[in-house]
Nanobody
Framework: QVRLVESGGGLVQAGGSLRLSCAGS????????MNWYRQAPGKERELVAG???????NYADSVKGRFTISRDNAKNTVYLQMNSLKPEDTAAYYC?????????????WGKGTLVTVSS
């Protein structure tokens, strides 16, 4: 089992910045890739950014150049630095981790942290 706890959400004005954190506990040795998803009201959950165990990253087109994902494996924590925030970034942000110790792989989710960007 892997437990994920997000933090760092809040209310920010457009153009501002926030840094989200997601701390993992439990069977963290099994974690391979980690991802940030978001879900805005009335919309489907979408992938925002992902990072592999080796540090390779990928981003949604809508956040490229503004958001940066990183991870500290020693702390079992993944971060999402969000700059130049826009009102359309308003959403609940969820951390997701892939645990690769067993087949099939297991996927875990945090409970989310709310980001609100005012115009």
């Amino acid at each position: 089992q892997v437990r994920l706890v997000e933090s760092g959400g809040g209310l920010v004005q457009a153009g501002g910045s926030l840094r989200l954190s997601c701390a993992g506990s439990g069977d963290t040795i099994c974690i391979s890739s980690m991802n940030w998803y978001r879900q805005a009201p009335g919309k489907e959950r979408e992938l925002v950014a992902g990072i592999s165990s080796g540090g390779n990253t990928n981003y949604a087109d809508s956040v490229k150049g503004r958001f940066t994902i990183s991870r500290d494996n020693a702390k079992n924590t993944v971060y999402l630095q969000m700059n130049s925030l826009k009102p359309e970034d308003t959403a609940a942000y969820y951390c997701n981790a892939e645990a690769a110790c067993r087949v099939p792989f297991m996927y875990y989710w945090g409970k989310g942290t709310l980001v609100t960007v005012s115009s």
